[in-house]
């Protein structure tokens, strides 16, 4: 196939330290390689074998599609951004929409068996489902991004290195994920609301920030024990869960020599989840139904980096 991706970005400055942005594009995104399998696998019902509906067909089957093309998304961003004095911080709202051409989702395709074996039995059908990625059409995603950059200067002259960064963001879709007219749900790993808060320190080479990140319920599909199974998530009720809202919160320290034989070099050590929020899912939106409660507790990591 041949793709043509267009882009066209436009900066305005309306006022001083005042911008206004404007973007309109074609956006691609390749398939997962999983989806793009050669492979398939087939199945045969003996107990099905004199039935000539095609929906209790003995033959099922599914697979991989290698001839699919890329998610494809006409998309339109709007921002505007006002800098504060010196351009210290700034505070943005953003608005953008996509309008999908082309997305992949899990379909039945009628496929001819003929020539499979049967142990030794004729099936009244040659005929059956296979369940493979296909490229659907039509859907949109559009939402609103609230950004606010705050250093301490701002408030007063004598208070330097400190900061507060806000950032938070409101997604909406109108995405069938398993196919046009099988069902709405938001597409997987989608949460509607995303927010963030942190908090520095920068000054004379140390720095620290502390971070809170939030994000609403989103469906997920978690294989547990086994390999994958890439058609789980097919349908609205093939085994999607939803996992529930968390807040994260990591942290980082971090110092960079200015001078002597040691400059440029940076040391750092970082933590992960030090809440020890646990990942919860629930089957189909029920609590009742708990299908994940996973804790891993909080990790950290030590680092060093020189720049040259």
Known sequence: YTDFAPSMNLNFEVAPQTVVRFS????????RMIDMRAGQSYGFDPTKVNSTDLSQSPWSG????????????????LSFEKYFTDNR???AIAGF???LVSYIYNQGVLA???GYPTGGLTPSLLQGTVTAPQNGKNGAIQGLEFTLSLPSELLDKNIKGLGL??????TDSSVEPWGPGNGTAPIAGLSREVANVTFYYEQHGFSARISDRYRSANRQYITTFGAPNPTGDSSSGSGF?????????DAQVSYSFQSGPMKNFTVYLQGYNLNDEPLVTYNNGDPRQVMNYQKY????SFGASYKF
């Open 97 to 99: 929409y996509k309008k």
């Open 24 to 31: 309109a594009a074609r956006q691609i995104a390749r398939p």
């Open 241 to 249: 869960t939803l996992a529930q809202p968390e807040n994260v919160i």
């Open 62 to 77: 599914s697979g991989g599609n290698p001839k699919l093309h890329p998610w494809k998304a006409d998309s339109l961003d």
């Open 89 to 91: 911080g700034y505070v």
């Open 112 to 114: 001819d068996f003929d």
């Open 165 to 170: 960064v806000l950032n938070g963001a409101l």
């Open 297 to 300: 507790g909080a990790s950290y």
